[in-house]
């Protein structure tokens, strides 16, 4: 994170102790969120590559825009929601601050379980929702209305695997202090 770690987060690397089931979950979605970031650093490139490539072709060689804009848009879509997870991890989501030092270490962590099951309430209908979009799209042969016309389930079905990574993180979360792991 660009600010540091946030006040109510622990310094700990490993929530869960021993080579339990979520000891072994949180790493393997610790590893996953690894990767997913590296390949949405190179999406992020390469919509700006994109993007660059789409102003410098109109407005020099006066070329039309096809793909450019909606390659550029997938490659968002895709970046912001499959490191959806891996800012969760990092509690990088927009939080509220003021009350951590008004209230007392366990109150605290009362109120973040609680924001974790309404939050997790929440992505768990969108994911729902989502993957329901991505099957629609998908049977129905969706195509977006450019000339290009790619179809719609590819930026679905990241939207819908974002939230459902984002899903597993928030339980991680929740699951945690449940079973006497540490609290990030």
């Known amino acids: 994170m ?9 310094e700990s690397t ?3 102790a021993g080579n339990t089931p979520v000891a072994v979950l949180e790493r ?3 590893v996953c969120n690894n990767i997913i970031v590296v390949f949405a650093a190179l999406a992020l490139i390469a919509a700006c590559a994109i993007l ?30 499959m490191t959806s997870a891996y800012v969760q991890s990092q509690r990088g989501h927009v939080s509220i ?20 099951v309404a939050s997790f309430a929440f992505c768990a209908f969108f994911a729902w929702k989502s993957w329901t979009l991505a099957h ?19 930026p679905y079905v990241l939207m819908a695997l974002g ?22």
Do not use: K
């Open 2 to 10: 660009i600010h540091g770690p946030v006040a109510d987060q622990d």
């Open 14 to 16: 490993s929530l869960a």
């Open 28 to 30: 393997a979605l610790s």
């Open 52 to 81: 660059s490539y789409s102003v410098l072709g109109r407005a020099v060689f006066h070329m039309a825009n096809y793909w450019q804009d909606e390659a550029a848009v997938f490659l968002l879509v895709g970046a912001t929601f």
């Open 97 to 116: 601050e003021a009350f951590v030092g008004l209230l007392s270490p366990r109150a605290n962590s009362i109120r973040l379980w609680l924001v974790d």
């Open 136 to 154: 629609e799209a998908y049977v129905d042969g969706q195509v977006s209305n450019s000339m290009w016309s790619p179809p719609l389930a590819i």
């Open 163 to 184: 939230m459902t990574l984002l899903c597993v993180q928030i339980l991680l979360q929740i699951i945690l202090p449940l079973t006497g792991g540490a609290r990030r």
